[in-house]
Each structure stands twice: as C-alpha cells, then as structure tokens.
C-alpha cells in the first residue's frame, strides 16, 4: 500500500467510527431520558422485594445503569468539539448544545443531594429531554434528510447539519466547548474543596 492508500483508510475509518458515534447517540439518549422516567416505577419496584439485599441490589444496578448511559452520551458527544469534524462530517447542529446540557446533568448529580432531592431529578429530567431534543430532532431533520434526494426538506436539512452550514455550527461548537469548560472548572473547584474540608467535630 502507498501513502495514498493508507491516508484513505485511516481517513475512512475515521468517518466510519464518527458516524457510528452519532448513530448511537440517538439511541443513547433516548435510553437515558428512558431511564429518568423509569426513577418512579423503580423505586416503587424496591419495596416488593421480600428480601433487603435484593432491593439495595436492584436500585444500586439502576442508578448505575442510569449514570452510566448519561456518562456515555457525554462522553459521546465530544465529536461536536472539533471545528474539523463537524465540518467535514454531516452532524445534528445542535449537538454541542444537547452535550452541555448532558454535562449540566452530570454536574448536577455531583453536587446536588442525589436522589433524595425529587425537585432535583425532576429539573435533571427536564434538562435530558430538552438535550434529547435538540440531538434527535435536527439529526432526524438534518443528516438523515440529506439522504434523501428530491426532499422538500432539504433547506431544513441543510441549516440542520453541520457540514451545511458552518456559519452556525462552528460558533455552537466553541461556544459549547467553553461553556463545558466552564462547568468543568466548576467541578474541578467543587472537588477540591470537597476533598480538603474540614472534618466536622463531633
């Protein structure tokens, strides 16, 4: 193989990998709004379980499940970061918005009161959907439209996705990755101070 060859593979499994990243995402989030709602069902769930340990077990694989999706579409959503994918690759415009959302969330769980605080998870439901939102409806509309030729809804389309209109997805991009900067500071902060409290006298 020359260097031509090899340049084009790594190229294409570049764009394959991506792709697949955000195909996936749909899905992840819609299993972590999914998992949100399901909080009520699963805590009443507990208390038929005869037995202590299988209702610690089973609230225990839950909560980790639940965190888990949400870390992963997070974590996931780092592709709408980079100026250079999001202008090469057709992606859902608005999925550095849905990212810092996700990450709101995150930040939210750890400094908040966890599960016992129901205003909490009911605000935290809210943010997911409206991230759920702005990911799945502008790449249903967006990339996925541009599939098909001869839509009516190819404008749409084309202000939906990224590679189409840089003129909006690259200031989203930037100011996605600040705005998760800034949240990150403030985590980072939050520990620190966590971690060299003072522990209280008895």
């Known amino acids: 193989m020359n260097a031509d060859q090899v340049a084009g593979l790594?190229?294409?499994?570049?764009?394959?990998?991506e792709g697949t990243i955000a195909a996936?995402?749909?899905?992840?989030?819609?299993?972590?709004?999914?998992?949100?709602?399901?909080?009520?069902?699963?805590?009443k769930t507990t208390g038929k379980f005869t037995l202590r340990l299988g209702a610690d077990l089973w609230w225990i694989i839950y909560v980790g499940l639940r965190d888990i999706m949400l870390l992963q579409v997070f974590?996931?959503?780092f592709i709408f970061f980079y100026p250079d994918v999001i202008?090469?690759?057709?992606?859902?415009?608005?999925?550095?918005?849905?990212a810092v959302l996700a990450f709101v969330v995150l930040l939210?769980?750890?400094?908040?009161k966890g599960d016992e605080d129901l205003r909490g998870m009911q605000i935290q439901t809210v943010l997911l959907g409206l991230g759920a939102a702005l990911y799945i409806t502008p790449y249903l509309f967006g990339p996925q439209t541009q599939l098909l030729t001869g839509s009516r809804l190819l404008n749409l389309s084309n202000v939906l996705t990224t590679s189409q209109n840089l003129a909006l997805a690259e200031p989203l991009a930037y100011i996605s990755a600040a705005l998760v900067g800034i949240l990150g500071i403030?985590?980072?902060?939050y520990n620190f101070r966590l971690s060299y409290?003072?522990?209280q006298a008895q």
């Open 10 to 17: 790594f190229n294409a499994g570049e764009a394959f990998v």
């Open 24 to 43: 996936a995402l749909v899905i992840l989030w819609i299993l972590t709004v999914a998992l949100h709602l399901a909080r009520p069902y699963m805590a």
């Open 75 to 77: 974590l996931g959503s």
């Open 87 to 98: 202008g090469s690759k057709p992606l859902p415009v608005t999925g550095g918005l849905a």
């Open 108 to 112: 939210m769980k750890l400094m908040g």
């Open 186 to 189: 403030v985590a980072v902060v």
């Open 197 to 199: 409290r003072q522990p």
